[in-house]
């Protein structure tokens, strides 16, 4: 008994003797949570902080961090190095923690939302305590939408097209992914077809919104062909692709491909000039350009050229820019002047005819058209008297006239009349030609000419006869073209334009002439000016007519100058007015200066009779005004 006692005290001396357990307690970490990002690389530092109770003395100490899925458990991959501090607690570590943008977008995809970044921290016998951080992964973003600045171009088919275009992508807020983009393609809007590609690669990284430039060249051979194919509009479509998950959005840029100018016509004002090397000559011209439906685009002609008919050689270029906006029909009047060098040159061409030529042009669409006006090139006036041969007849200038001594008439409904034409000429021969008139109704585009009368007149040495025409019409109302062409095939040589019933162009001389409805008419009242005085400034102004194609200012001289004492005074008070320059103006004006060609016809001090008429597009005369009257002074 006493034995069992003895060990038994024993046992409780020695469990007295033994020391308290010395422990780690926990850990904590600063921040206990973080959000990671894709737009850069995350670098976090992080503060481990370990807990012992006060007999711990065996230090603490921690291999490589791990990364887990928080909602799995599953591992990821492993953090920062071994960290070790000995001796008491508690243990404070600190570390950076670098995770990489490419590494959160990776488990972005894989669908990772949480992560828990975890360190086991042991004592020298092997006791531990385990501390965690959250990381939260964001939602990835999403490309949203893409556009286009401009949204579209319209392209010219005369010069090539240099386009900058900016595309924009967007995208949610967290997105950092990058787009790209494979070249554009060219799709036809009608169709769906694709006709080819355009531009490079576009790329895009970094956050949104993507921003990506580029110049875009388009010829104007390409715009041409697209117009031979009848293609009004080509698309311009780019793809922008999140290359991670496929995801994409497109914008498209529409190119508008212009109408091919629509021009029907284009004449010159007079058709033929003689001129002489000996002296300074001064050609003054009035181009008129007619165009057909759809034109819009306006005109322009770089300059005039002189080209030998005979082999289509430029001898010289002279004259300026003329150019218009709009639909047409155009008017353009110019002075070209041919100084003695000029003339020396042309006349070293040995050539007798030679050509001034105006190419007008659809300044965006393309397309052309072209007039010419002959030169009549002669050493000296007497020099032209002589030229050819004995009874070799030579055509030296055309006149066409009215009785009012112009070549612009206004005539009533079934008044008689008749034009007379003065041939200029040497030598002696056979004049051949014809009478051609075109009627109401083809006189605004293209004119639709039918010969009235053939003429064989044979001419002596006189050098100067006169004819009348046939008898005109004019039972119906509308404006007439009446013209005269000579046709002797001795004077017919390969020219630069020709005509199949008119083969000489330059040996064509035209009038025009208005049959004024008797009744039916509106009458135009409240024009200005009226018994003022009128300078190039001076606007013309006149009520607008609905339904009118084209309004036609004309000029009248009044030859005994009595005082006029009303706002529209009768062909009593003054005479009998004569016809002097007119103006044809679209319907888009009701007010207009006289044009410089009109200023030239009138005598500074004089007065004169104006009048106001509207036509529909078929030359029927729509409404007139009465006389007003004007003195003109020029400033």
Sequence with gaps: MMKRISHILCFALVAWAMPAAALLT???????????????????????????????????????????????????????GTLNQAGSGPFNFTETLSISAAQVVSWQSAGVTQIEARRIFSDGIGRQVVGTLTLNVPARGSISAAGVTPAQ????????????????????????????????????????????????TLNGTGAAPYNLSENLMISSAQVRSWQSQNISQVRIDRTFTDSGTGDNVQASHLLIIPVQGNFTAARVSPMQRQVYASQENSVQLSWQVSTGSGHTNGVVSTSARIVNPANGALVANLGGVLSAPGSGPFLFSETLALGTDLMQTLLASNSSRLVIERVFSDPIGGGNTRAYMTLLVNRSALDAARTGSPGELQVRGLQLAFDTGNDLALVKEN?????????????????????????????????????????????????????????????????????????????????????????????????????????????????????????????????????????????????????????????????????????????????SPLSELVRSKLNPGQRYLWRITAHNSAGKMLAASADYAFVYQPE
């Excluded at 088919?157 to 807020?173: D, E, F, K, S, Y």
């Excluded at 639709?448 to 001419?459: E, G, M, S, Y």
């Design 415 to 591: 008044e008689a009349l008749t034009a007379q034409l003065t041939v200029s000429y040497s030598g002696s021969g056979l004049l051949e030609g014809r009478w051609q008139l075109a009627e109401p109704g083809s006189t605004e585009a293209l004119p639709l000419f039918k010969t009235l009368a053939l003429v064989r007149r044979q001419v002596t040495g006189t050098q100067r006869i006169q004819l009348e025409s046939p008898a005109l019409p004019t039972q119906r109302a509308g404006k007439y073209l009446l013209r005269f062409c000579v046709t002797n095939r001795n004077l017919i040589t390969e020219e630069v334009a020709t005509d199949p019933q008119c083969p000489v162009q330059e040996w064509v001389i035209d009038a025009g002439y208005q049959v004024q409805a008797q009744q039916g008419l509106l009458a135009l009242t409240g024009l200005s000016p009226s018994q003022q005085a009128v300078s190039a400034q001076t606007p013309f102004r006149w009520p607008t007519v609905t339904g009118a194609a084209v309004y036609q200012l004309q000029i009248f001289a009044l030859h005994h100058q009595a005082p006029i004492t009303s706002a529209t005074p009768t062909v009593g008070q003054s005479g009998e007015p004569q016809f002097v320059v007119g103006m044809v103006l679209p319907n888009s004006v009701t007010q």
């Design 153 to 200: 171009s319209t392209l010219n088919a005369v010069n090539n097209n240099l386009l900058p275009i900016t595309w924009q992508v967007t995208a949610t807020p967290t997105y950092t992914a990058g787009v790209s983009s494979a070249p554009g393609q060219l799709v036809n809007p009608a169709t769906g077809q694709v006709l080819g590609t355009l531009g490079s």
């Design 26 to 80: 926990g850990v904590s970490v600063s921040p206990g949570s973080a959000t990671l990002n894709t737009a850069n690389n995350n670098a976090l530092v992080v503060n481990w902080t370990v807990a012992a109770d006060a007999s711990h003395s065996s230090g603490a100490n921690s291999n490589p961090g791990q990364l887990l899925d928080a909602t799995t458990l599953n591992v990821l991959g492993s953090f920062g």
